[in-house]
């Protein structure tokens, strides 16, 4: 693709992708290397489709050492202590790993004139603006999460070309093999009959996790820098979520029953509203890229469930659903 080359500059040399274990890494790498060479720089080596590099990103020395040899066009930086519950109990770690981590591949894509696609969150802003957030507003972070993700923010922006790609909450279909998320945890729970309760306070903009894969693919292939919002307009919190994938999945609405206890002590402080602006990456894509209804991701996650023919309540349920945000 032509933008492709201009984007990137040099085109079919491999991106890499750290955190590429994760929960959006892993649909980054799938539809990468279904079309380009790809590298999954990660704690651990693994058959993540793809070549894999191994290193620690705080440790400096080790991130040096795993890029050496590897010729790479952009880097796309997925990894992080990404969930701001643990974030807020364990600081250091997330100044660590968010920051620090962040910082050694700065220092590289800087000396080896990379493209770095840096993704961040919405909870870098604190929910009470009257309107949306557009890419112009300061950040205003409400805990340890959104604050590391800003500082994060700001190295990134240093390098020229570089790319900071803000994110709303995602979800997805998660296989058998992965730690369940939101709404695989949820279905889990209406298949068994579990009734739970879910926040129906905060206002999200849920994204799907391969639609966020997509349109980050589509962004860092092309000429774009800065920041940019990639955030649906269509808002709900996870009560309407709970209650839309119940009424797909035919079980019971009793079962999805409305959380009013207040945050648990410890816990990180949760913006209330959450809505950014998305004009500047709809012109980006200009017409590449459009937002799927919510409605129609819970249906199409539903189904997927139907057309495996599994169950959700044949999961195991000694993991817990990533908490994220
Ligand atoms: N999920 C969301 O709803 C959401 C919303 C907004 C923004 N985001 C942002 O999107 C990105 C991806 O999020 P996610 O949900 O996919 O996160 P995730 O599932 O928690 O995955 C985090 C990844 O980071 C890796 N990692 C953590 N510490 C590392 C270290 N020291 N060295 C190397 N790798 C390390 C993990 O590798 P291991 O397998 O070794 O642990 C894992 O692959 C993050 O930057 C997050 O802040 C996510």
Redesign the pocket.
């Known amino acids: 693709m032509e933008t492709e080359k201009r984007g990137r500059g040099r085109s079919r040399e491999p991106v890499v992708v750290?955190?590429?274990?994760?929960?959006?890494?892993?649909k980054l790498v799938e539809r990468l290397a279904a079309r380009e060479p790809v590298y999954s720089?990660?704690?651990?080596p693994g058959s993540l489709g793809s070549e894999s590099l191994v290193?620690?990103?705080?440790?400096g020395e080790e991130v040096v050492r795993a890029l050496k040899t590897v010729s790479f066009s952009c880097c796309i930086?997925?990894?992080?202590?990404?969930?701001p519950d643990l974030c807020e109990k364990s600081p250091e770690s997330a100044w660590?790993?968010?920051v620090e981590?962040t910082r050694n591949l700065v220092e590289i894509c800087r000396a080896r004139r990379r493209k770095l696609v840096?993704?961040?969150?919405?909870?870098v802003f604190d929910g009470r603006k009257n309107g949306l957030y557009t890419e112009e507003d300061p950040v205003c972070p409400v805990q340890v999460?959104g604050e590391t993700?800003a500082a994060a923010e700001r190295l990134v922006l240093e390098l020229p070309d570089s790319l900071v790609v803000?994110?709303?909450?995602?979800?997805g279909y998660t296989a058998p093999a992965e730690?369940p998320?939101f709404v695989t945890d949820t279905a889990r729970r209406l298949w068994m009959g579990q009734p739970h309760a879910y926040d129906h306070r905060q206002l999200r903009t849920p994204l799907l996790?391969e639609e966020a894969a997509e349109a980050i693919l589509l962004l860092a292939g092309s000429p774009s820098s800065g920041i940019y919002h990639l955030v649906p307009s269509e808002s709900a919190t996870k009560y309407e979520l709970a209650r839309a994938l119940a009424q797909c999945l035919g079980k019971p609405m009793e079962l999805v029953l409305e959380k009013t206890a207040e945050a648990q002590p410890g816990c990180a402080r949760r913006p209330m509203s959450m809505r950014l602006s998305n004009d500047k990456f709809l012109q980006a894509v200009s017409g590449r890229f459009r937002f799927r209804p919510i409605r129609d991701a819970i249906v199409q996650i539903a189904e997927r469930f139907r057309s495996t023919k599994e169950s959700p309540g044949d999961r195991l349920d000694s993991r817990q659903a990533?908490p994220?945000?």
């Open positions: 750290t955190g590429a274990s994760g929960f959006l890494g892993t720089l990660s704690r651990r290193a620690d990103l705080t440790k930086h997925a990894a992080a202590l990404a969930d660590r790993i968010n981590g840096f993704l961040s969150t919405d909870y999460y993700k803000r994110l709303p909450f995602l979800f730690k998320d996790r990533q994220k945000t």
